[in-house]
């Protein structure tokens, strides 16, 4: 069966890299699935969980923003930073919003919410299994 | 006995001093291969940028964005990176000669300027000098991770979009090879030469049109890279700097390390001289006793 090859990559390192079966990313509009012989594809990232499934395991981790590129079953996905689900950090994400409470920048609070919001759910979804 | 005893103190002094500055050439080169490292992890990051940024630009995407633009320049911004520690030679010395001459060239053409100072060695050099230090940043240490850096960044962008200031140049440690690093001026922001270059190289590679699923379209991706980009070029100028500063201490330290060899050794024959002088003339006494007693 094919495969595709996928790497995770921060400014830092290389964080990740599998042959894998199938990767969901965080898209900036919504999830997108990624299988085998997928169209070529450049899309920005939002906050949330990436999945990648391979060997009939899945490996999970939050990112924040960054970019994802398909291209002959390549994956490549770029992101400031990619967090292991537990040691999500709430509270940093908690105290980034108040900090921009009132500060009148209204879309980088909406951003700021939407984030923490994210975070939580994933961390009290992961919490719970 | 009195001479020959000094010398011996004097290399047993030497030989100290040799031991510490063996033990820190030998913490610099474990330090160097470390960063050395970093620089090569970080790689992939930037060329996989640089790649998606020309099979956009192959794509036709607009490429103009706030950091894109150059203004004349009212007011500038000079990020100089020295080190926290000296002993590394001439390592902080040149950095701050040549930052020094650009604030200079740029006052001279009537530019305001505005001078940010990485490392606690530029600090006191441009205090000596009176020079007004608009940030001092000492947390960044030898192992500048990204989180902080892009904080930096986000400020700059953050600056310079607002119009605020109109040119960012960064003086660092340009790491070329193992064997030569050298002190370099460029300009960060805009941003113009580099992106450009990229363009360049896209347009003549084979894989000139490729199509792509865009989302969102090119053009607000092309204006998301940019930022991402200029962050990544200032990472990677603090890695550079850092693989220097350990480059330049392992230098200095093993010059420091063949120069207390060289003294040792002459300081041995001086004492074993002194020594022998010493002997010959106890002998010559007690042969003169001898021949008095006669």
Not at chain 2, 8 to 23: A, C, E, M, W, Y
Not at chain 2, 226 to 232: E, N, R
């Amino acid at each position: 069966m094919a495969t595709l090859h996928c790497t995770v990559v921060t400014p830092e390192r290389a964080i990740f890299e599998a042959d894998a079966d199938k990767i969901t990313v965080p898209a900036w509009d919504g999830e997108i699935g990624i299988l085998p012989r997928h169209a070529r594809l450049l899309a920005k990232l939002g906050v949330g969980v990436l999945r990648i499934t391979f060997q009939g395991k899945t490996e999970e981790m939050l990112v924040d923003g960054g970019f994802v590129q398909v291209a002959d079953d390549k994956v490549t996905v770029l992101t400031d930073k990619a967090t292991d689900l537990p040691d999500i950090d709430v509270k940093g994400a908690e105290k980034r919003l108040e900090e921009l409470r009132g500060t009148g920048q209204g879309e980088e609070f909406a951003a700021a919410k939407h984030r923490l919001l994210t975070m939580k759910r994933v961390k009290d979804r992961f919490n719970r299994s | 006995m009195a001479q020959a005893k000094v010398l011996l103190k004097r290399k047993k002094s030497v030989q100290n001093t040799k031991k510490i500055t063996r033990t820190m050439e030998m913490v610099s080169t474990a330090k160097y291969k470390q960063s050395f490292q970093r620089i090569h992890a970080s790689a992939p990051y930037q060329e996989k940028l640089r790649e998606m940024m020309s099979d956009l630009a192959s794509a036709g995407a607009e490429v103009s964005h706030p950091l894109l633009e150059s203004r004349p320049a009212r007011k500038s911004l000079v990020l100089v990176l020295t080190s926290n520690r000296g002993l590394c030679g001439g390592y902080n010395t040149n950095l701050n000669i040549l930052a020094r001459k650009l604030l200079l060239e740029e006052r001279a053409a009537g530019t305001e300027v505005e001078l940010h100072v990485v490392g606690k060695k530029g600090n006191s050099f441009f205090r000596a000098r009176q020079e007004r230090i608009t940030a001092q940043y000492d947390h960044f240490g030898d192992q500048a991770g990204f989180a902080e850096v892009n904080e930096l960044a986000e400020e700059f962008i953050r600056r310079y979009s607002s119009g605020e200031i109109d040119r960012v140049t960064i003086v660092y440690q340009k790491f070329v090879s193992a064997g030569r690093q050298a002190p370099a001026a460029e300009t960060l922001l805009p941003l113009g030469g580099i992106v450009l270059d990229q363009e360049d190289a896209a347009t003549d590679g084979p894989k000139a049109a490729k199509n792509y699923l865009y989302s969102p379209d090119p053009d607000s991706l092309m204006r998301e890279l940019l930022p991402a980009y200029f962050k990544t070029t200032l990472y990677n100028d603090f890695l550079q700097a850092v693989v220097g500063e350990h480059l330049a201490r392992m230098v200095a330290m093993k010059n420091a390390t063949d120069a207390a060899n060289k003294l040792i050794k002459s300081l041995t024959q001086l004492y074993n001289r002194a020594r022998q002088s010493q002997i010959t003339n106890e002998i010559a006494e007690l042969m003169g006793g001898v021949e008095a007693l006669k």
